[in-house]
């Protein structure tokens, strides 16, 4: 199983970026479909962008269209998550994990994510 630890969050203003980093132990990493994750205030976690293993194809959640962009680097064992244009509804925790070819996550597990804080 792959073990996966977020980085790259913090405090910026909004209409400011952001880039998440998600670092992979196992040598696995490359047969993984991969997603990023967020759970904000109050609310549910929700998905917010995932790529395929090859990094072909890509989904993102209709709140984070057109502003994140999500890639990976099978050779350095690292997926990322471009955040471009934050909002403060954007503030979250965020995870990355394994997820199925329907954008699910694959497994009941999370690491300690990244908190991305948003001000207005």
């Known amino acids: 199983q792959v073990q996966l630890v977020e980085s790259g969050g913090g405090l910026v203003q909004a209409g400011g970026s952001l880039r998440l980093s998600c670092a992979a132990s196992?040598?696995?990493?490359?047969?993984?479909?991969l997603g990023w994750f967020r759970q904000g205030p109050g609310k549910e976690r929700e998905f917010v962008a995932g790529?395929?293993?090859?990094?072909?194809?890509?989904s993102y959640a209709d709140s984070v269209k057109g502003r994140f962009t999500i890639s990976r680097d099978n050779a350095k064992n690292t997926v990322y998550l471009q955040m471009n244009s934050l909002k403060p509804e954007d503030t979250a925790v965020y995870y990355c994990a394994p997820v199925t070819t329907h954008w699910q996550a694959r497994y009941d597990y999370w690491g300690q994510g990244t908190q991305v804080t948003v001000s207005s």
């Open positions: 196992g040598r696995t990493f490359t047969s993984y479909f």
């Open positions: 790529i395929s293993a090859s990094g072909g194809s890509m």
